[in-house]
């Protein structure tokens, strides 16, 4: 169930940075296609009737005035960066065990029908805490040091499930601003590039590259922080987890030691 949930997440998020990457494509090749006739129609509508654009209307505007190689890759950055991070807080989530209801239905069955039937509540329970008594409890016939290195060795398996790919989110948090800055430094180039093509100070040369350069700098920076939220989140949850995972191992060990006794 977790794998299904996992790969629906996934696809669903995958589709839609394809339909996006795509549009984004196309916008490049083509400038003065219908999207933007229509945007530029509706700021002139607007303007018109003197009313402000909408927030939809501003962000497409915005968009692509930026530029539509910068923002495209900023924007994949979004679409990939919250795909693993949904993904991530799914399988999280699913991994969260009410631990002292596990405990004591395991001391229940070790007292009433020995270690296969706390066997039997481990394989019955879903997550990581689950499964490290499960193979604590497999091991008590070989002692209780080989069960305790059974325990510390599955430990640490579970541990790299839950921090799996989380490390490429922090690497798109890194990402987006560093590509707005790189548009931001080109925008500049250009700018000057006008300036010196014209042999002449105009502000009108210059304001426009400089607002391009701001327009990538603002959304790389908008996706750096969505994406912080979302990895803040899930390394508390990881921590959280791999705390109950250690309570969890110790008090497993104190369950086998009065249990042989």
């Known amino acids: 169930m977790k794998r299904l949930f996992s790969i629906l997440a996934i696809t669903g998020m995958v589709a839609f940075g394809t339909t996006n990457a795509t549009t984004i494509a196309n916008t490049n090749t083509a400038v003065t296609t219908t999207t933007v006739s229509t945007i530029q129609e509706e700021t002139e509508a ?38 693993i991070a949904i993904e991530r807080i799914i399988f999280l989530n699913l991994s969260t065990t009410n631990t002292k209801k596990l405990t004591q239905n395991v001391e229940d069955a070790l007292s009433s029908g020995g270690v296969e039937a706390a066997k039997e509540v481990c394989r019955n329970t879903k997550g990581p805490i689950a499964s490290i008594y499960y193979q604590g409890l497999d091991r008590t016939d070989e002692g209780i040091e080989a069960a305790e290195k059974a325990v ?44 010196e093509a014209a042999g002449d ?7 426009g590259g400089i607002k391009v350069a701001l327009l990538t700098t603002v959304f790389g920076l908008i996706v750096a922080i969505i994406l912080q939220i979302f990895y803040n989140y899930i390394i508390a949850k990881i921590d959280s987890i791999v705390n109950d995972m250690e309570d969890a191992s110790i008090t497993l060990m104190d369950l086998l030691i009065r249990n042989k006794k």
């Open 46 to 83: 607007a303007a018109t009737a003197d009313e402000p654009l909408g927030f939809h209307q501003e962000l497409k505007k915005r968009f692509i005035e930026g530029g539509a190689g910068f923002m495209g890759i900023v924007l994949l950055c979004l679409i990939l960066g919250l795909a």
């Open 152 to 195: 510390v060795a599955y430990g640490g398996v579970q541990m790299g499930q839950l921090e799996k790919n989380v490390s490429w989110i922090s690497l798109f948090i890194a990402l987006a601003p560093m590509l707005g800055f790189m548009g931001t430094v080109i925008g500049m180039i250009q700018a000057f590039d006008k300036i």
């Open 201 to 207: 100070m105009q502000p009108s040369l210059v304001a």
